[in-house]
């Protein structure tokens, strides 16, 4: 049978503000910028008012004397208006759990907790301060070309309330609207805005992996993945990527390069590019920076030449400035920024390394050391003579260990005794432990032993 042509302005869409009508008392809360509505048995109801960046906590004075009889009261209701109207898709029981349930009525989220769960009974009523589409934001439209393109993987990043899902929402209907793609979504829980035909998905029996092996079946264009929190979100994040499927996550970070540094040790370092190559992030709903992630065989910056290695550069977009690189550092992954160092610092790669070194001599000898950089690839190493030769190794493998683990560094050992005025300041716990005790044994034996001879001397001058 032949389908219908598309006709846009036919689409029935979870519209903005649209949600069944709820009882008096809840439809006062939600006055005009209302995004959160707070209620707790036994407490005055407060609203977070305002818009995306700038909400405010306000108490509201109220006739309603809202305890735990009227809140389960307000429970009972809600959940009745699910199947008041059933005949719509965007209402629906989403959560059903002991001492827990959250429910989706049009744009609103309701979540409803009791004892034992929560000390008191309460409902939190969420919905969106704002509805945007992407030619709302002031964009680069090579940013938007980048994620028009299905083959990418993007994380939109953020504090909570700061416009993440709002812009996760516009990229979707664009991806949908404008480029024509298949769009699906992964949620847990459901609270995307979106047209119609977008199918929301929810964790299939409760998991979220089992939902990707769905989606692979239906062969999206372009996922969604509300809400990456979780390390195996991270993991079903990879997987989904790597299939070769375009990906947008949305997840929680003070910055775009934090929200990096949470997908590292969940993903092998050669294939972090591969599975994240976008990041925006958002500020009080604007985007206020883009990275992107580049993957690269070359010398960290500070290392020689010889000891290239797979470098993933962090690169703001779309300037091209490379802000910080990744790489692997002994057995850590490190995340290290490409700046000029400050007189008198150390460079980042610098403190990297003595960083390194400090921290395996004490594990290898139980004593601290001081670390002189004597050019960009080598540095002498101070610490006490009766462990310099433990630190140097039969034949040097020791100091040859520590030489490869810093990627190359020429490295020679001295001791205290020999380190230059100024650079550091002996301290008691760089002593060897053992021989600390036997110092001081030695003493207290030798002092017992002076003791003995003075009483032998005085009784004899007695007699």
Known sequence: MKCPPYRPWLITMAKFGDHPVLPQALEDLLM????????????????????????????????????????????????????TNRNRSDCFLEIDRKGCQVLQLGDLRVS????????????????????????????????????????????????????????????????DTEVGAIV???????????????????????????????????????????EVRRARDFEIFADVRLAGVG??????????????????????????????????????GKIQQVLELRMTVKAPTGMQEELARPVIEVVEFPSGNITHEMFAFGSEIAVVPVTAAARG????????????????????????????????TSAKVYAPQNMISTLVGRGGENVNQLQDELGGMKLSIESFEDMPEGL??????????QDKHSRENRNR???????????????RKNR
């Open 112 to 175: 409803c907790a009791w004892p034992p769960f929560s000390d008191a009974r309460e409902i939190t009523i969420v919905r969106p301060v704002a509805k945007l589409s992407l030619s709302d934001y002031e964009i680069d439209p090579r940013i938007i070309e980048r994620l028009a393109d299905h083959h990418r993987g993007i994380f939109i990043s953020g504090r909570p309330g700061s416009g993440k899902t709002t812009l996760a929402q516009a990229v979707a209907e664009y991806l």
């Open 184 to 226: 699906k979504t992964m949620e847990a829980p459901r609270d995307l805005q979106l047209a119609d035909r977008i199918t929301q998905y929810a964790p299939l029996e409760g998991d979220l992996e089992k939902t990707a092996e769905i989606i692979f079946l239906v062969r999206p264009d372009f996922v969604i993945f509300d």
């Open 32 to 83: 005009e910028q209302v995004h959160t509505v707070f209620l707790k048995a036994d407490c005055i109801p407060r609203v977070k008012q305002g818009t995306i960046g700038q909400l405010k906590l306000t108490e509201v004075e109220s006739d309603i004397e809202w305890d735990t009889l009227r809140m389960e009261a307000m429970q009972e209701e809600l959940v009745d208006l699910i199947e």
């Open 424 to 433: 550091g300041e002996k301290k008691k716990f760089w002593e060897d432990s």
């Open 445 to 459: 034996e030798g002092n017992r032993k002076g003791s003995g001879k003075g009483d032998r001397r005085q009784s």
């Open 345 to 376: 610092k150390l460079s980042p790669m610098r403190a990297l390394a003595r960083d390194k070194i400090v921290e395996t001599i004490q594990q290898w000898v139980g004593v601290q050391c001081e670390v002189q950089f004597t050019s960009e």
């Open 247 to 284: 990906l947008l996550g949305v997840t929680h970070a003070n910055s775009a390069l934090e929200a990096i540094q949470r997908l590292i040790g969940k993903v092998e370092l050669g294939l972090v590019s591969q599975v994240l190559d976008t990041i925006l992030h958002v500020e009080a």
